[in-house]
């Protein structure tokens, strides 16, 4: 069997060592297999999920052969969830796999507690009374539930939970946390001792752009009273004065100066996200408080009011540098390479072009470390702050009367590299959602030409369920 880790490789690359542990340490229970559930299962038993159970009552019909590739002709008659599970074994055969030959209504009357032992229960094409007991069931035991409905080509997908909190986000756009409008001490130091006035080109052209905007932004602060650039005429100036300290056309550092500068004039602190979470009410920790708001409880108390600076804990990672990577493989690679050629080629003699190659590769190996410097100096902020957040976590954690250890290392870490990205999300009850609809909010979406579509879909969907709820048949099957 191949390695976890060449095994998963990819998916690894998505959501980490982190997130690969939680799903193989997932328990799935699957009510229905029909095409919705057996597909869905499919791509978790694939991705190494920990355990499935599949819970069916009916039995293979002719007809499922044509929307169920898992089945064949061999499958007819035979127990559905038995055919689907021994497929999904087969798929992945780390991953434990049982199955209950029963009706998933049934199991919601009758047997309630056996739904707590899952992570994750997906209901497929169940009625909107089972639905909502299931909802119900779920959430008393703190199991998220997704409801999937599907008619042919068209469905609708509905998660529940009380709440769901999730550290690395990983949103699509986000800025890099830098600081520069808010440079902490061994920053301003590093780049203090830079100097941006050199006339040497090859110096000048390859000072990390990161330090340029940290010493340029000082500079504008002490001209505008303390201020940073804010507005828009301030932010063209800013980018002016940046352009006017180039002494060279191909200088790529001072464009990417200029492409980031606006980053220096982002406010200061924590966003409203962040501020949201922090002032939430689960924040008022107590012995029975998850691990996520101990640890935002630990950002609340002291962290950023004090060390942070109004700062949430710095990331400790930087971008790459276009000037500094070209610099070290265009050039030193190539050139000791090539040195042999050059020499044969040149109209310079041996001596000279040997003076020029170690002149070069003298301001490379200033360059690469600048550029190590300052991810150190990155780094270590990053540890500093996350050494004084384990603190405060591990006293919140005796004050309440839980394990000192009880949070890990590894996942205070990751909390604090994701503190700006927090999100907590929280579900209405699925029978609020078909008793009391938010009318406005339909009404506002199916004027919304980007929502209006799927709305529309979603009323009529719902309309066929409840037609079926009243009539015990669904529209446009009649008896006889």
């Known amino acids: 069997m191949a390695e976890p880790k060449t095994k998963y490789d990819r998916q690894l690359r998505i959501w980490g060592e982190q997130?690969?542990?939680a799903l193989e340490k997932a328990s799935i229970c699957l009510l229905n297999c029909g095409p919705t559930g057996s597909e869905t299962l499919k791509n978790l038993v694939l991705g190494g999920i920990g355990s499935i159970t599949v819970i069916d009552g009916s039995k293979v019909e002719a007809g499922d052969?044509?929307?169920?590739?898992?089945?064949?002709e061999s499958s007819i008659g035979q127990s559905k969830a038995k055919c689907v599970c021994a497929f999904l074994q087969e798929l992945n055969d780390a991953v434990k796999a049982k199955f209950v030959e029963e009706s998933?209504?049934?199991?919601?009357?009758t047997n309630p507690s056996l739904f707590s032992q899952f992570t994750l229960v997906i209901a497929t094409q169940l009625v909107e009374a089972s639905v909502v007991k299931l909802d119900r069931i779920c959430r008393r035991g703190n199991v998220m539930l997704i409801f999937a409905r599907s008619y042919g080509l068209t469905g609708l997908v509905r998660i529940s939970l009380k709440e769901h909190n999730v550290v690395e986000s990983k949103p699509d756009h986000f800025l890099d946390d830098l600081r520069l409008n808010n440079p902490w001490p061994e920053l301003k130091q590093f780049a203090e001792t830079i100097d941006l006035n050199v006339t040497d080109l090859v110096a000048h052209k390859h000072t990390p752009y990161v330090v340029i905007l940290v010493k340029m932004a000082v500079e504008w602060a002490e001209r505008h009273g303390g201020c940073l650039p804010s507005t828009r005429e301030e932010k063209k100036?800013?980018?002016?004065?940046?352009k006017s300290k180039?002494?060279?056309?191909?200088?790529?550092?001072?464009?990417?100066?200029?492409?980031?500068?606006?980053k220096v004039s982002t406010p200061r602190g924590i966003s409203s996200n962040l501020r949201q979470i922090i002032d939430d009410s689960a924040a008022e920790v107590d012995s029975t408080s998850s691990d996520f708001w101990v640890m935002v409880a630990a950002l609340k108390v002291?962290?950023?009011?004090?060390?942070?600076?109004?700062?949430a804990p710095l990331e400790g990672s930087i971008p790459d540098m276009t000037s500094l990577t070209e610099l070290v493989t265009g050039f030193v690679i190539s050139s000791a390479v090539n040195l042999s050629r050059t020499l044969l080629l040149s109209s310079y003699d041996s001596e000279t072009i040997v003076l020029l190659y170690t002149y070069k590769t003298d301001h490379c190996q200033l360059s690469c470390?600048?550029?190590?410097?300052?991810?150190?100096?990155?780094?270590?902020?990053?540890?500093a702050d996350f050494l004084v957040v384990e603190q405060r976590v591990r006293n919140i954690l005796k004050r309440i009367g839980r394990d000192l250890d009880a949070i890990s290392k590894t996942n205070i870490k990751s909390f604090c590299r994701n503190a700006r990205k927090l999100t907590v999300c929280r579900y209405r009850l699925i029978e609020d959602e078909f008793n009391s609809p938010i009318l406005p909010e339909l009404l506002k979406l199916l004027t919304d030409e980007d929502y209006s579509v799927a709305v529309g879909f979603y009323i009529l969907l719902r309309a066929v369920d409840r037609f079926a709820t009243n009539y015990n048949r669904f529209p446009g099957l009649f008896n006889g």
């Open 246 to 262: 180039t002494i060279a056309l191909d200088e790529d550092n001072y464009k990417e100066a200029i492409e980031a500068s606006f």
């Open 302 to 311: 002291e962290f950023i009011a004090n060390e942070g600076d109004g700062e």
């Open 369 to 383: 470390r600048h550029y190590v410097n300052l991810q150190k100096i990155y780094q270590a902020k990053a540890e």
């Open 65 to 72: 052969l044509g929307n169920n590739f898992m089945l064949d």
């Open 104 to 109: 998933p209504e049934a199991l919601i009357e």
């Open 19 to 21: 997130g690969q542990a």
């Open 237 to 242: 100036e800013f980018k002016e004065f940046l």
